[in-house]
């Protein structure tokens, strides 16, 4: 009820009198309606963007949805501008108010004073229930928000200062004033949230203010409501309010849009809401103008969005970075990554969800909102790094995710970021596309190679394609020309301390080696710089460590370098990339996988050799790497450079001037399993139930559109047809018939393996092993319930050490020892393997790693320290890592698995609990903590040591006390952290409501007498 209230009361904005359309045509009007360029052209000549064309296969009834009732898109604004009686009484009331009360007069020196940055504590709230609470809290700061604001709005020129001058830069050329609509807004926000707080000290002022407007307020609530019914642009920022680009000022800090992300945003096809692919080199800009069609999407459509990114860490970034734009704009921001996110979504009725999703979760996502028949509430979709569709069984995922919602909704539009393809027309095809394309960077790229002592200059035009351009300066000693033949530390010795310097290296173990072999040669000063911040990062990271550091980083970081790569815990990698940003560091000695999505833009990039492992590499990766050179708004250029040898001249030439890389469907990857388990969700999932329908949606994938390239022995309707009867083999679908012939159903287990989302090749080996663990469940400790849940997949990269895994026998309890024999590994064959001796018995190979596996998460688990487990099992901590990850997400798998099968009931509590310790793996009192987004194990304990130990703590904390109380920790980061948790706050309390209100609700065929 309360929260139906608050949205009404901020909907309401417009007026009983429009302003003319002939006026309102400025340049925000989508080109085709100001009647200038058409489509397929540019509509800014000076650009170098290309804009294909309509597919023509674009239907009709796809392409206008965005603005067909509501045409006049600022038609809801100044109109209450035009009632003199009421403006000027309202306008009088406050003068008169501002005159008398002095303390309305304090100045502020913020563009948006109404933040959530802003305290909202209030002692004599507390003994109120929650949700009451949230809603008093609410009321009273709005209040103190708009005396804050009368206050400015007079006496604070910086302000206006700001405000103009961000608005200059934005561009906005409408003739009304957003300023005084939204003050239009807040008076009457204000009126009516006095109102409903029934404040008790209420001025003189106030009260004549009140009988001034009281009777007009109803008439001009009633007005609003009509027209706000019918519109939905809410203001000149790409039909966004002026708030929107105040908030990306002030969150961002992003003053200007570059003049393609303008472009692009007001091309005729995105106002149209047709959907588009659009691709720039690397750092050009894209997620913004993404982010900005998502607000359009939530705000002025009113519809929920999906934003899918590749990793689990991005989308953690990203949900912290959007929290406070949902706080401030009211909706939701929604995590889907690892073990996180409900399925379906919790249905909001007041509020639009943002949901941030891993390819995975995404994919989960769209199912259970198809199953549940909403997927019409799911306005866009945003895939960020769209060429993945090329990588391997991820990109089977994407692939599957897309072709759903494609068929399955008519009203979704799709918008996908991408690198610069050679084959982007195959992806417009099967995503029914436009494309638009820019070769924009913030920032100018010189390539460069190193051969021998020289320096070349990349120029794929010259016939060589190397231009000599200088030696390489440098003083080697013998003994340092064999450490370094490849000059690394000249090259790197150039730039830094003063300048960034990435150096991707072809494994693991080198980056560690070159990251050693630099810092042995770099001189005392080196430590000088930044002494004290490095001191804080190595305490930081001994403290994630649980009082271990890596040794090759307590070395390296002194002198302001590190490595990064996978075999860091995901704490170390995330203070790593900290610190760098900050310029702590000012070197890493990384792997490609940093070149994959995280901004972490440096000077120089040396790329130490043309091999990812043995490898050579290919040119997406080529360019990717060398597109981190050149940091936005900092350096005037960015350059790479290539060491080569002599051996990889010929090779190094096609790479630097290949074509560009051609994305290829991956459904047929790993002999089709993606085709496999598309067919059986789409059978589930009722989209299709005969075969001709199974082919009918083949026919709208990429792989249909690639099909002469990628079908080569048979076509794509007979790769169906073998794929349905494998099903049918395998007992994950069913036939029956009917006077239409033959129906094809999903059976229980092809249903719990879908749902789950299953592997088809395991399924019948997870029945079975759960079965089985039914017999005879142990349940005094977690290890046969870990057994059951670690990931067949990680199986083949386990070599047991039969010493430890003895050790580790002999550690376990009786009835532990019992259930690891049950389950096939009995103490005497480990104990043989340990001493040596030949096992004459046959045991399965798979079962003895498995429970070798589980030996490390139950240790884990005990533990909560990888460290000490790392050391235990004498695995990379990196592994471990990754063992606790996909544990957690396969934990959650097989709870949706045995959700569906009857006879696995007791497993669905018990997965619960076990999914939320693997998640997090911590101390039990840390996890609310942790599930705030990005807070991690050594943060979490920093927060609780501080004494912010639940999620209302931190939700309710003032962020410059949480900077000041915790250390290290930057007013941004306690920004964002109060963000998230606000907003995890408000999901956990909107879905309980939620689950009231239908618990409440009459039932609409109650019998009657
Ligand atoms: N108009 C702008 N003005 C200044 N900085 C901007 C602007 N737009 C984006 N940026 C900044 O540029 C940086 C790179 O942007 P972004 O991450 O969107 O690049 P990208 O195109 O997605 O690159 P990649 O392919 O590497 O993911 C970010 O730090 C972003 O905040
Ligand atoms: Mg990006």
Redesign the pocket.
């Known amino acids: 009820m309360m929260n139906a209230e608050k949205q009404e009361i901020k909907v309401r904005r417009v007026s009983s009198r429009k302003r003319s359309r002939d006026s309102l045509k400025s340049h925000l009007t989508p080109a085709k309606k100001r009647g200038s360029t058409s489509l397929g052209q540019c509509p800014d000549s000076t650009e170098n963007g290309v804009f294909t064309g309509a597919m023509a296969d674009i239907k009709a009834t796809e392409v206008c949805y965005y603005c067909s009732d509501n045409e006049d898109l600022f038609g809801d604004y100044d109109s209450i501008l035009g009632d003199s009686s009421f403006l000027a009484k309202l306008d009088c009331a406050e003068q008169d108010e501002r005159r008398h009360d002095s303390l309305l007069k304090q100045a502020c020196d913020d563009v948006l004073t109404d933040s959530i940055l802003d305290d909202f504590r209030e002692e004599s709230l507390k003994d109120l229930p929650a949700t009451q609470r949230e809603f008093q809290e609410e009321v009273l700061e709005g209040a103190k928000r708009d005396k804050r604001r009368e206050g400015d709005k007079t006496s604070t020129p910086f302000r206006n200062t700001v405000e103009e001058e961000t608005e200059r830069a934005f561009g906005n050329r409408t003739a009304s004033s957003p300023k005084a609509k939204r003050r239009v807004t807040d008076q009457l926000k204000r009126a009516l949230l006095c109102n409903a707080a029934a404040p008790s000290s209420v001025s003189r002022t106030a009260v004549l203010k009140e009988a001034v407007v009281s009777e007009e307020i109803s008439f001009a609530m009633q007005a609003m409501e009509t027209v706000s019914a019918e519109t939905t642009d809410l203001g000149p920022f790409f039909g966004l309010p002026t708030k929107v680009k105040d908030l990306i000022c002030k969150l ?1 800090g ?1 003053k ?3 003049d393609w ?1 303008e472009t692009c945003l007001n091309l005729d096809c995105v106002q149209e809401r047709r959907n588009l692919i659009y691709s ?1 080199p ?7 103008v993404a982010e900005i069609l998502i607000l359009r999407e939530l705000l002025c459509r009113k519809k929920d969005s999906l934003f899918i990114l590749p990793y689990v860490a991005l989308v953690q970034e990203k949900v912290r970075g959007l929290a406070s734009f949902g706080l401030e704009l009211d909706f939701m921001v929604e995590e889907y990554a690892g073990s996180k996110g409900r399925f379906p979504p919790v249905k909001r009725r007041n509020r639009r969800s943002l949901y941030i999703a891993t390819i995975e979760k995404a994919h989960s996502l769209v199912n259970s909102l198809i199953e549940t028949d909403r997927l019409d509430n799911l306005g866009l979709v945003v895939v960020d790094e769209l060429h993945m569709l090329g990588d391997g069984s991820r990109g089977a995922v994407i692939e599957m995710t897309l072709a759903k919602v494609l068929y399955a909704s008519k009203t979704t539009q799709i918008i996908g ?1 991408s ?1 610069t393809l050679g084959n982007i027309k195959d992806l417009q095809t099967f995503l029914r596309a436009e494309n638009y394309t820019n070769d924009f960077r ?1 920032v100018q790229l010189r390539e460069y190679v190193k051969l021998k002592d020289s320096i070349y200059e990349v120029d794929p035009k010259e016939e060589d394609c190397f231009k000599f351009s200088r030696p390489l300066n440098f003083k080697y000693s013998s003994s340092m020309q064999k450490i370094d033949p490849d000059h690394i530390i000249a090259l790197v010795t150039e730039v830094i301390p003063t300048h960034s310097c990435l150096v991707f290296c072809p494994t693991k173990k080198n980056c560690e080696n070159v990251a050693g072999m630099i810092c042995k040669y770099l001189k005392e000063e080196f430590l000088l710089h930044k002494e004290a911040e490095k001191a804080v990062l190595l305490r930081e990271l001994r403290n994630s460590g649980n009082g271990s550091v890596c040794p090759v980083l307590r070395k390296t970081v002194p002198y302001g370098l590190a490595y990064h790569h996978s075999g860091l815990t995901g704490e170390e990698r995330k203070l790593v990339e900290d610190a760098y940003s900050d310029g702590v560091l000012c070197l890493l000695a990384c792997t490609s996988t940093l070149a994959a ?1 995280i ?1 972490l833009p440096a000077r120089r990039v040396i790329l130490r050799s043309p091999y990812v492992a043995t490898d050579f590499l290919k040119r997406s990766q080529y360019k990717q790497m060398v ?1 981190r050179a050149g940091r ?2 900092i350096d005037t250029i960015g350059e790479s450079i290539l060491i080569l040898q002599d051996k990889d001249k010929t090779m190094a030439k096609k790479l630097v001037s290949a074509p560009m890389e051609i994305c290829y469907s991956n459904l047929m990857h790993d002999n089709g399993k993606g085709v496999l388990s598309l067919i059986l969700s789409l059978i589930g999932l009722n989209i299709t139930s005969s075969l001709e329908q199974v082919k009918d949606f083949m026919s709208a994938t990429l792989l249909h559109v690639q099909e002469r390239q990628l079908c080569v022995e048979r076509s794509l309707g007979e790769t169906v047809q073998e794929c349905v009867g494998l099903l049918k083999e395998k007992g994950l679908v069913a036939v029956s018939a009917d006077a239409r012939g033959e129906i094809l159903q999903v059976t229980r287990l092809g249903k719990a393996t879908y749902k789950g989302s299953v592997d088809l090749t395991y399924s019948d080996e997870l029945y079975k092993d759960l079965s089985k663990g039914l017999e005879s469940l142990m349940l005094d400790s977690f290890l046969h319930l870990v057994y059951l849940v670690t990931p067949y997949d990680l199986i083949s990269q386990c070599k047991p050490d039969w010493m430890i895994y003895f050790r580790q026998f002999t550690l376990l309890s009786t009835s532990e020892q019992k259930m690891s024999a049950a389950v096939g590994v009995p103490e005497s064959f480990v104990a043989r393997k340990a001493a040596g001796q030949t096992v004459k018995k046959n045991m399965n190979p798979v079962v003895v790693k498995r429970l070798y596996l589980a030996l490390v998460l139950f240790n884990l688990l005990k533990e909560t320290n990888l460290w000490s487990v790392a050391e235990k099992f004498q695995l990379s901590r990196g592994f471990i890592q990754t063992l606790l990850s996909s544990s957690s997400a396969f934990c959650s798998c097989v709870l949706h698995f045995t959700e569906e099968l009857e006879e696995f009931w007791p497993f669905k509590a018990l997965l619960a609990e076990l999914t939320r310790r693997l998640s997090y793996c911590v101390t039990a009192e840390l996890i609310p903590l942790m599930e705030v987004a990005g807070v991690m194990e050594s943060r979490a304990k920093q927060l609780y040591n501080a004494g912010y130990k639940t999620l209302a703590h931190l939700a309710n904390a003032d962020p410059s006390a949480l900077a000041k109380n915790v250390e290290n920790l930057y007013k941004k980061q306690a920004n964002q952290i109060v963000a998230s948790a606000k907003m995890l706050l408000n999901e956990k309390a909107a879905a309980l409501q939620e689950e009231v209100d239908d618990l409440l609700m009459m039932p609409l065929d109650l019998p009657q007498l």
């Open positions: 961002k992003i200007n849009l570059y992300q720039l690397t750092s050009g800009g894209k997620t913004l970021m690198a913030p999505g901004n597109g936005a708004g």
